[in-house]
């Protein structure tokens, strides 16, 4: 036997000399045909030279000639599995377990057979015993961990990492790739929650930080969330133009716009390409209280000169179409519909640019190809970051979960982050809900699983992540509605926009890059909301209460010399403004405005008017309830703070602007026969307010006119049955008839 020339080759092997001693091998074959070890060892030679299929013709003569040779059945498996043959690997490997059943290394190429073969229970014991048998192979799991990130097999990867961490709690690495293979596959949350321990093992390096930071903000994490990770990034490198960024988007949800600028003025010092820093400067003005007009006119200039940089761009070339994905999911364009004008010019190039950016970021995903809806059951999805008990729920979800399911497959997918009352609604009343923390691409992914006929999104234009998938084509049909009541400017990929016919002005058609959609009265299926007191009666001489609840948004320059008018006409009113901001420099802000301008009235604003931030709910309607009078906000009107106003019976003077978002009150009060608190203008604006404030009988008589037909702006029937009628009868624009 050549027991001393076979060992002379596994001595060679041992160096690494895996080529020699294949040549070793050869010879010893030739010379002895009959020796299985002589088979063996050049079989396992040429296993470490990558030639696999030489192996396996070597190895089967090796167990044809002594099948009792267990390396001989594990060079087998290997080889087996090398070739995509993972059955007979596991054969091989088992055959050798049987043979010995100790042998660490045959155990551990069990576990990747059967994990090749989705038996991921059976992998993690057969691991297991290789781990028992020899610790080095918890580091393996680490490796094969590596091995399939590399090849993209994230979730491969997150399993064998997954097992590494089980046993390695304290490695920092492990953690790190856990994290990165779980927000490569999509499950945000696990990778945050792997990225969590990985800073907990290591709180002041900045690698775990930053990728808990890009995590948290990639699920659409909120402020209060996100914050303090990147603060804490931004000490420990104040260079990182990423984190200086997602600090500036931090801030802007803190409504701190001052702070947040200079982050991106510093981003853009240190990397002037930085596209998703420009973009935000771009979409965000200085403060969210403008200081006068002339602010408000030099951030739309801003906006549309910024807007020319990115139509510039050409974002199929790679150093543009890598920055895609985190600028269009950056901000959104919200600013925009609170300056009083149609812009619709402007909200087409944002969707326009927009889309450029959604097809360069979610190339792998692209549009869906227009098909005829067919005669049946029709699937309808409702995309939005808004149903919880948002405003635009309160609008939208009543009228949706009423069509019949009979007709409609009805299925919500939520990106916020607040589950309620409203959100548990929507999980027991529609086919399908989807929630939680997720990428752009993995909504994409399960509203596309989904098959939707028609795509519903209820506030474009809202929400960063919802233009960022509205700007792509998933169904036959897609919708926008006056959940946010402006154009999408979205031509491509909306087709229709919802609003109400009340509210709507004659031209309305020209304001829209959509087709309009008139819904009858408000548009709405609103709940009817819990009875309330009957109000009672102002007593004579008494402090006269007017109150404005309208956001901060709202509020533009153009209110405080109307607000300052009517409390100079009425020395007995006091007017309270709840202008819906969490911060305090908002509130300042806005009073320091104001104050100015009250002066020039002879007013004493400190004395006369109080500015407060969001309240609680029942103290936000203790405030209406107090109220004699409510002034409607200008250019963008109230829409469920009026309907909270009406329902409680209080009067509300508004002056309708030429856009839908302007005419909301408007088309409340015109559906009640309310015309008398309508202005014509601002000086009839002031006229009314002042003449209500110091007429107690004249508000008594209103609030009764009110109270005897307010339930009519609610449970209105007609528009579910409008709206069920559309969604069945619905086809894509230009859309011929044909087979289904």
Excluded at 33 to 41: C, K, L, M
Excluded at 271 to 288: E, Y
Excluded at 612 to 620: C, G, K, M, N, V
Aim: glycine share 6%.
């Amino acid at each position: 036997m050549p027991t001393k020339q076979i060992e002379q080759a596994w001595a060679q092997l041992a160096r690494g000399d895996a080529s020699a001693a294949a040549e070793r091998f050869a010879g010893i074959v030739r010379q002895f045909p009959q020796s299985a070890e002589a088979h063996a060892g050049l079989g396992h030679a040429l296993l470490r030279l990558g030639r696999d299929d030489q192996a396996s013709i070597v190895l089967t003569r090796a167990a044809e000639l002594s099948p009792r040779l267990p390396q001989v059945w594990r060079d087998l498996g290997l080889a087996a599995l090398r070739r995509s043959d993972p059955g007979r690997a596991e054969s091989a490997a088992r055959q050798s377990l049987a043979l010995d059943a100790r042998d660490a290394n045959t155990w551990f190429l069990l576990g990747q057979t059967l994990f090749a073969l989705t038996r991921f229970d059976d992998a993690e014991s057969a691991f297991a015993r290789a781990a028992a048998l020899h610790p080095s192979f918890v580091e393996a799991r680490f490796k094969l961990g590596n091995l399939a990130f590399d090849k993209k097999a994230f979730t491969a990867a997150s399993r064998h990492y997954r097992a590494f961490v089980a046993v390695r709690a304290t490695d920092l690495n492990g953690w790190i790739n856990f994290g990165l293979s779980l927000a490569s596959g999509g499950d945000l949350e696990g990778a945050r929650d792997a990225f969590e321990r990985a800073v907990a093992l290591a709180p002041d390096q900045v690698k775990p930080l930053a990728l808990l930071a890009s995590v948290l903000r990639q699920g659409g994490a909120p402020s209060t969330a996100l914050a303090p990770i990147v603060r804490r990034v931004v000490e420990l490198s104040p260079e990182s133009v990423d984190m200086r960024v997602q600090l500036a988007c931090c801030l802007f949800d803190e409504n701190n716009y001052r702070d947040a600028h200079a982050s991106l003025e510093r981003a853009l010092e240190l990397d002037p390409d930085n596209l998703t820093a420009h973009w935000l400067r771009l979409q965000m003005p200085g403060a969210i209280v403008a200081a006068d007009e002339a602010a408000r006119e030099a951030f739309l200039q801003h906006w549309r000169d910024g807007m020319a940089r990115f139509e510039a761009i050409d974002w199929t070339l790679p150093q543009f179409a890598a920055q895609a994905n985190a600028t269009i999911t950056a901000g959104a364009n919200f600013h925009l519909a609170y300056l009083g004008q149609p812009l619709v010019a402007e909200q087409m190039r944002n969707a326009a640019v927009l889309r450029r950016m959604a097809l360069a970021a979610y190339a792998d995903r692209g549009d869906v190809a227009v098909r005829r809806i067919g005669n049946g059951r029709r699937k309808i999805a409702v995309f939005s970051s808004s149903l919880d008990a948002h405003s635009v729920s309160r609008v939208w979800s009543p009228a949706l979960l009423a069509l019949d399911p009979q007709e409609f497959e009805l299925a919500g997918f939520y990106t916020g982050g607040v589950e309620d009352g409203s959100t548990r609604r929507w999980r027991d009343g529609a086919a399908q809900f989807e929630s939680g923390t997720r990428s752009v691409g993995a909504w994409i992914d399960a509203l596309r699983t989904f098959a939707p006929d028609v795509v519903i999104f209820p506030d474009i234009g809202m929400d960063r992540f919802v233009q960022a998938v509205a700007s792509l084509r998933h169904a036959p049909v897609q919708i926008a509605t006056w959940g946010h009541p402006v154009t999408s400017g979205m031509a491509e990929t909306i087709d229709y926009f919802l609003s109400a016919d009340a509210c709507e002005p004659d031209d309305a058609d020209a304001h829209y890059a959509e087709t309009l959609v008139r819904l009858p009265r408000l548009g709405s299926y609103l709940d009817l909301p819990v009875p309330v007191d009957v109000r009672s009666s102002t007593r004579a001489g008494a402090v006269v209460q007017l109150l404005c609840t309208q956001s901060a948004d709202k509020l533009h320059p153009g209110h405080d010399t109307l607000f300052a008018r009517i409390l100079a006409a009425v020395p007995v009113a006091r007017l309270d403004v709840l202008c819906s901001t969490t911060t305090a420099n908002v509130v300042d802000a806005l009073a320091a405005r104001m104050r100015g301008a009250f002066a020039g009235h002879g007013v004493d604003f400190d004395a006369r008017c109080r500015i407060h931030p969001r309240l609680p709910l029942a103290e936000y309607y203790a405030f209406i309830e107090r109220a004699d009078v409510c002034l409607d906000s200008l250019d963008f009107s109230g829409c469920v703070t009026s309907l909270d106003a009406l329902w409680r019976d209080t009067p509300i003077v508004t002056l309708p602007g030429r856009l839908m978002r302007g005419r909301q009150t408007f088309g409340m009060l015109k559906l009640l026969g309310m015309d008398e608190l309508i202005a014509s203008d601002g000086d009839d604006y002031v006229a009314i307010a002042a003449r209500l404030a110091v007429d107690a009988a004249a508000r008594d008589s209103i609030s009764a006119r009110i109270r005897a037909r307010k339930a009519e702006l609610f449970r209105d029937a007609r528009t579910v049955a409008t709206l069920a009628h559309f969604l069945r009868t619905v086809q894509a624009p230009g859309s011929q008839p044909g087979a289904d």
